[in-house]
């Protein structure tokens, strides 16, 4: 019996501007790689938050995986120590939490969802997805549709990026026109600048290399400037985005103060432990923001979500039970299909010999030949069937294999 596999590098383990380098680019040639490799059937799932593989085999074979995943990319197998992995139900619990919103970076994040959808259609263009993931990724899809209409999870959502953006949009008027900074490149920094490019705002970002700062803006957007830069010229930037994890003060209260004109000013500060000077809130025109301040809107809004996730954990739960038992089911269907082919056949033979020697037989009367025939087909076979179908199901491949040499199929 086969096995549904995923085996993914997130943000939860790799920084984001890390991802880039784990990202197929040729869709086409990495889908024939991996069917090559061993893989019955595979998807490729890829977003700035992650890169990952679902597949279909016989063997759980993730060495083959990363060997292959190493020729597409041209990565030493080595950068794989990062890589997550789950077959059958945790494989698909996993597309489930991904669908629902409950694996992303934000919980609830909706575009997650058409992105998946993008995933499956694009596998399927390619030929590279069967029966399998196709049955498991457009149910997977419509549960995680009717979940976030059930609960609303992800409406009117924020995470601190977006909660940070918002203000500042309330702050500053035009900020399109406006210089925009964002400083570092980790989960927060993303957040920021996924929140700035969906609104459609030009900005820049700095890191401790430009480098960094290069790989960041290539995966979520933004333009990268040198750190040096940005503290030789602070002034340019009308609203700047602190976020790292640096135990010291980036923004020192001098370099702020020593500018010869500031108006309207605003630096938000989301870094832990704080990396803004807070003697820069007493600078006139300079209008600074930290994480506290916001952190109380963004935890009511978390919680809620929190609740709402652990509701729909137990929604998930069976959802993974009815999927992996449709997925077992699926292997009885080749035999199935097979099997009723072969008595069609038949049928059809037996009734044109039938027509044949009754001789002048009126179209009525062929009719009632032909839905006979059927009804006694479907009467004999039906039950047989479904009872393969079912012990599939339940995993019984004795069953299976007994059927399949009953009926001369090579499974």
């Given at each position: 019996m086969s096995r549904i596999l995923n085996a993914r590098i997130t943000f939860r383990t790799t920084p984001v501007h890390m991802l880039e380098k784990f990202m197929m680019k040729d869709h086409k040639d990495a889908y024939r790689r991996f069917r090559e490799s061993g893989l019955e059937e595979c998807v490729i799932v890829q977003t700035c938050n992650r890169v990952e593989l679902f597949g279909?085999?016989?063997?759980?074979?993730?060495?083959?995986?990363?060997?292959?995943?190493?020729?597409?990319?041209?990565?030493?197998?080595?950068?794989?120590?990062?890589?997550?992995?789950?077959?059958?139900?945790?494989?698909?619990?996993?597309?489930?939490?991904?669908v629902s919103g409950l694996d992303s970076m934000v919980v609830g994040e909706e575009q997650v969802l058409g992105q998946v959808r993008e995933s499956i259609a694009s596998a399927k263009d390619a030929g590279a997805s069967g029966m399998h993931l196709n049955t498991l990724f457009d149910r997977a899809a419509r549960v995680g549709t009717r979940?976030?209409?059930v609960t609303g999870l992800g409406k009117e959502g924020v995470s601190v990026g977006s909660m940070a953006v918002r203000l500042a949009e309330e702050n500053v008027n035009d900020l399109k026109s406006k210089g925009v900074l964002v400083i570092g490149t980790g989960e927060v920094a993303t957040l920021v600048a996924k929140s700035l490019a969906r609104r459609g705002y030009s900005f820049s970002v700095a890191s401790r290399t430009l480098q960094r700062a290069a790989a960041f803006c290539e995966a979520v957007g933004g333009d990268p400037v040198r750190f040096e830069d940005v503290l030789a010229d602070f002034g340019r930037y009308d609203v700047s985005f602190v976020a790292t994890t640096a135990p010291f003060f980036l923004v020192a209260y001098d370099a702020v103060a020593t500018l010869s004109t500031i108006s309207g000013m605003m630096i938000l500060d989301l870094s832990n432990p704080r990396a803004v000077d807070e003697r820069i809130a007493t600078i006139p025109g300079v209008k600074l923001m930290n994480l506290d301040q916001i952190?109380?809107?963004?935890?009511?809004?978390?919680?809620?979500?929190?609740?709402?996730?652990?509701a729909i954990q137990?929604?998930?739960?069976?959802?993974v039970s009815a999927l992996e038992a449709s997925m077992r089911r699926l292997e009885a269907e080749p035999l199935v299909n097979e099997t009723f082919r072969v008595i069609e056949e038949i049928r059809a033979r037996e009734l044109a010999k039938a027509v044949q020697m009754v001789g002048d037989a009126d179209p009525r009367t062929v009719r009632i030949m032909d839905?006979?025939?059927?009804?006694?087909?479907?009467?004999?076979?039906?039950?047989?069937m479904n009872n393969i179908r079912r012990a599939s199901e339940h995993g019984d491949m004795d069953v299976l294999e007994v059927a399949a040499r009953i009926f001369d199929y090579d499974i």
């Open positions: 279909r085999a016989s063997e759980a074979d993730y060495s083959g995986i990363i060997r292959t995943w190493s020729e597409v990319t041209g990565l030493d197998g080595g950068a794989f120590g990062a890589m997550e992995t789950g077959e059958d139900a945790e494989a698909i619990r996993h597309l489930l939490d991904l979940i976030r209409n952190g109380e809107m963004v935890e009511r809004n978390m919680k809620d979500r929190a609740n709402k996730a652990e137990g929604t998930i739960s069976g959802e839905d006979m025939s059927r009804a006694v087909l479907e009467g004999i076979a039906s039950t047989p």
